[in-house]
């Protein structure tokens, strides 16, 4: 198992940038497959990005292709988002969620998640 502990959320001006980590228990981190999620009230969880153990990512979700970029350095056992030019409609609660086999693109592909940091954009 894995317990996933996401940080770096908060309040940020539109056309900012912010950087999120996705903290990984255990000493097999390494061998997940990740993912980011954002969330807003009354709509499912959308998909942002996935990557492999070794680095290799799925497309982007179109809301956030050429803004967001997904990374991880499992010598700390963290998974990152870095979001730039950021909008009020990238308002949400982010959601970092892990796996094993394969990537996945839906919510329903992951087995393991964290609670969730709130980003807020203000126009």
């Known amino acids: 198992q894995v317990q996933l502990v996401e940080s770096g959320g908060g309040l940020v001006q539109a056309g900012g940038s912010l950087r999120l980590s996705c903290a990984g228990s255990g000493r097999t981190f390494n061998t997940y497959y990740m993912g980011w999620f954002r969330q807003v009230p009354g709509v499912e969880h959308e998909f942002l990005a996935a990557i492999t153990w070794t680095g290799g990512t799925t497309p982007y979700g179109p809301s956030v292709v050429a803004r967001f970029t997904i990374s991880r350095d499992n010598t700390k056992n963290t998974m990152y988002l870095q979001m730039n030019s950021v909008k009020p409609e990238d308002t949400a609660v982010y959601y970092c969620?892990?796996?094993?086999?394969?990537?996945?693109?839906?919510?329903?592909?992951?087995?393991?998640w964290g609670q969730g940091t709130q980003v807020t954009v203000s126009s």
């Open positions: 969620a892990a796996r094993i086999g394969r990537l996945g693109v839906v919510t329903r592909e992951y087995d393991y």
